[in-house]
């Protein structure tokens, strides 16, 4: 270990000056030949793991039960992408809502900007998946199987014993378990529990594509937790990737306090030092770190924010007497010069645009019709002159029922005035969430009629309540008769 006592030896000037220079070229966990390093954190305690800990209890108990609960008998949450349905906080939606899902995707991204811009990645700390996972269930089960990460570390060096056996089936046994329940648990939110159901009480056979795509997510998530680990927080998420760029010295992040720091040294040498940095230069926060990194370096990008390294310093700190949070949650600028948290111009830019999405967002739910009507003119067919002289055109309806009652429609024609609807058959009666297609003629009489092409206005109501309005056109004479 490196120790950086002052006053500095050109020696460790020179080993300083390499180390700073290295890890921001090259991630903690892969080596100068580029090969994977393990990494072996030591068990996290502490205030904040605590806190994490229920956190993190609470948010699991929600994901694995989210797909069995039901808001007025409709699902919290479904993604069924394989049947284009979509039900959000019990309100389905439909591909036709396809630009409510884009608003309300660009407001999640803004959102995402402002919060790291002032909290920088507390998200990935606190209410990741990956990081939950990982953190609170996987490393927690290795740490009861496996020992301390010095047990873990020496036994895998050691050759294959009955005991390492023992211990390593067990550990990806129930690694394996865990995550089929959590590849059933992703599953039942694609495809609703009543398939999902259907699927894992029936034969694969009846179901085999679902089958293979539960057997798959439960493989992919294993090959995650037990091998891939922080690599996915490292390499592969692209949150992780942006946030350098979204980060500014403003930010709230954890962060080591260097100016109460620095100089590091032991508490043997502080003693004869005229004026020691708080840090002792253990390298607990380091040791703990569960992506390898040393925060004393500053804000990287493999640090997940999981407050391990501040509740190691804090139990270094009352061993010596020192106050918490030399590793804390800290802007640079409040470090630096002692700077409250500011509110920017890029803040301000940022929750404007956020408010204006919003409130956009708002405005159409609310204002959402309870169908979706389109109609358009029969293929092939021209207009046909009634024998009173009034002009008829065929069309196409296909109405969709949003919501989970079913709704007799009516259609009337709002413009021109003295036009009506005549459907092919009855009115249409339609279930909840179903798809009604049939036809319909739009008859106007002659005189409003203004050429080839003249526009309409339907109006859809159910009883009394008016529905939607839908523009259409219509085809007639080149000049009326
Ligand atoms: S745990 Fe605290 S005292 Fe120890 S090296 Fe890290 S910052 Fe310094
Ligand atoms: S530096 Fe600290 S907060 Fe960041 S990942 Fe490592 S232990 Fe977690």
Avoid at 21 to 31: P, S, V
Avoid at 80 to 100: A, K, M, S, T
Avoid at 207 to 231: C, K, V, W
Avoid at 457 to 480: A, I, N, Q, W, Y
Wanted: charged residues 20%.
């Amino acid at each position: 270990m490196i120790k950086i006592d002052p006053p500095l030896t050109d020696e460790v000037k020179r080993i300083n000056a390499g180390r700073e220079a290295t890890f921001r070229d090259r991630l903690a966990t892969i080596d100068e030949s580029g090969k994977r390093v393990w990494i072996y954190p030591n068990k996290p305690k502490g205030r904040y793991h605590r806190y994490r800990a229920i956190f993190a209890s609470f948010l699991i108990a929600v994901f694995f039960a989210g797909p069995f609960i039901d808001i007025n008998g409709h699902p919290l949450l479904l993604l069924n992408v394989f049947q284009r349905e979509f039900v959000i906080l019990g309100q389905p939606f439909y591909p036709q809502d396809f630009f409510l899902f884009v608003l309300a995707m660009i407001a999640l991204i803004v959102f995402i900007l402002l919060f790291t811009l002032v909290f920088g990645r507390l998200w990935c700390g606190w209410a990741c998946p990956q990081t939950v996972f990982m953190e609170m269930v996987f490393r927690k089960i290795e740490y009861l199987i496996e020992g301390s990460a010095g047990k873990q570390k020496s036994r895998n060096k050691r050759p294959m014993s009955f005991d390492k056996f023992i211990r390593k089936a067990l550990k990806h046994s129930i690694f394996f378990f865990i995550s089929f329940l959590v590849g059933n648990t992703f599953m039942a939110y694609l495809i609703g529990k009543e398939q999902f159901l259907a699927t894992v009480t029936g034969s694969p056979a009846d179901n085999l594509i679902a089958f293979n795509f539960i057997i798959a997510f439960g493989l992919l998530f294993y090959f995650i937790f037990s091998r891939f680990r922080e690599q996915a927080c490292t390499l592969v998420c692209p949150y992780g990737r942006i946030q350098g760029a979204i980060l500014d010295k403003n930010s709230i992040v954890v962060t080591y306090d260097w100016l109460r720091g620095e100089p590091r040294m032991s508490v043997k040498r502080a003693e004869k030092h005229d004026n020691p940095g708080d840090c002792v230069n253990c390298y607990a926060c380091v040791k703990v770190c569960p992506t390898g990194i040393d925060i004393h370096n500053g804000t990287q990008l493999e640090c997940i924010n999981c407050t391990a390294c501040m509740d190691a310093c804090d139990a270094i700190m009352d061993k010596v007497k020192r106050p918490h949070g030399l590793i804390r949650y800290a802007s640079y600028n409040s470090i630096e010069n002692g700077e409250k948290l500011k509110v920017d111009a890029r803040m301000v830019g940022y929750s404007a645009v956020l408010v204006g999405l919003l409130g956009l967002l708002t405005f159409l739910l609310v204002t959402r019709s309870d169908i979706e009507m389109s109609i358009l003119r029969t293929p092939g067919m021209l207009y046909h002159t009634m024998e009173d002289g009034e002009i008829g055109n065929l069309y196409n309806l296909k109405i969709i029922n949003k919501t989970y009652d079913s709704i007799s429609l009516e259609i009337e024609v709002e413009s021109p005035e003295g036009g009506r609807v005549e459907m092919v058959g009855s009115s249409p009666e339609i279930e909840p969430q179903e798809v009604y297609e049939g036809a319909c003629f739009i008859i106007i009489p002659p005189e409003q009629v203004t050429g080839v092409k003249s526009p309409v206005v339907l109006r859809v109501m159910s009883g009394d309540r008016e529905l939607e309005t839908v523009k259409t056109s219509f085809m007639g004479p080149v000049s009326s008769p």
